[in-house]
């Protein structure tokens, strides 16, 4: 019989970043694959580059050399020049291609690409390599890459058929039957849950959690809840307050005694970012990390309300 080529997907995703050697992504090096658009929108997000599911053109005020070609090749002002300097307005329609094309100082470009399995499958046999010293593999984080399920699935499908361990990194804000579209193709699974009360997650995310409740429970009471690792970032005066971690730690534990629960230090990097994209950062002075014994007595909290496996790293 003669040897039939495997047909190729015409599926693509957009994809905002490729991250290589990643060491909190999931067991051993990782390369992780970040995916665009959320249906959160956290106020503290760490990722404010791929809220926003299509791409969109940044500037690199650093870069920039102030030469005007930009100005020059806009034909409906999507850039301008204002006294605190060149202004990008996304919202305006422009030949974006051509005005990155044409900077010398690579001062534009976009944050996003659309790619096809193929090409992600190339890109990650690069770091292959690296997988067969540990437990390494590749983690699809975001953005949500629910939000693009069908490309996700399809994608740790071609991972699996190369023996690559793979691993998501998910709010779970998404229907029962998306996320089932990626589990038969995940060895591990990294599920956010921000906060516990109802009122309290949609006004901090503009979303309900009553969907991250339901997958929650499903994938705790299911023969694969060894699997998956519950995590809770700990964002000052939002998600880091003792009765939201009593909540969230007896509705966890109420579902299975011996789930496996994160605590993750809050990271000041995302303050950065706000800049890039045009938003504004929900603290006014970013917050320090949690000292080792402020991060103790968070541990202490979740302890006392029933979690039995806490995984927590103290600098």
Avoid at 155 to 170: C, F, S
Wanted: net charge neutral; with cysteine.
């Amino acid at each position: 019989m003669e040897h039939q080529e495997k047909k190729k997907s015409h599926k693509t995703g957009t994809i905002f970043d490729i991250k290589r050697f990643a060491t909190h992504d999931g067991s051993g090096l990782r390369t992780t694959i970040f995916f665009k658009g959320c249906p959160l929108r956290c106020v503290w997000c760490q990722n404010p580059e791929g809220l926003e599911k299509e791409p969109a053109p940044v500037y690199f005020a650093n870069k920039c050399i102030g030469c005007g070609t930009c100005l020059k090749i806009c034909t409906n002002e999507g850039m301008t020049a204002e006294k605190s300097g060149i202004q990008i307005h996304k919202d305006r329609k422009e030949d974006w291609e051509t005005i990155i094309y044409n900077c010398p100082a690579k001062a534009v470009a976009m944050d996003a690409r659309v790619c096809t399995v193929e090409e992600l499958i190339r890109e990650v046999q690069k770091d292959r390599v690296f997988y067969r010293r540990g437990s390494g593999g590749v983690t699809l984080s975001g953005g949500e890459p629910l939000m693009q399920a069908e490309f996700a699935a399809e994608l740790l499908a071609a991972l699996k058929e190369l023996g690559i361990h793979t691993a998501i990194e998910t709010s779970l804000s998404a229907s029962l039957e998306t996320l089932k579209k990626v589990l038969p193709y995940l060895d591990q699974i990294y599920a956010d849950m921000k906060l516990a009360d109802a009122r309290e997650h949609m006004a901090c995310t503009g979303n309900t959690n009553q969907h991250i409740r339901e997958n929650m429970e499903y994938l705790l009471t299911s023969p694969g809840w060894n699997r998956v690792i519950v995590r809770t970032p700990l964002i000052p005066s939002y998600t880091a307050t003792s009765r939201n971690l009593a909540a969230i730690a007896k509705f966890l534990s109420g579902i299975c005694p011996e789930v496996h629960y994160e605590l993750l230090n809050y990271n000041p990097l995302a303050e950065a970012k706000y800049y890039l994209v045009g938003k504004k950062y929900c603290f006014e002075e970013n917050p320090k990390l949690y000292t080792r014994e402020q991060m103790r007595k968070f541990g202490t909290i979740v302890r006392e309300h029933g979690i039995r496996n806490l995984i927590m790293e103290i600098e």
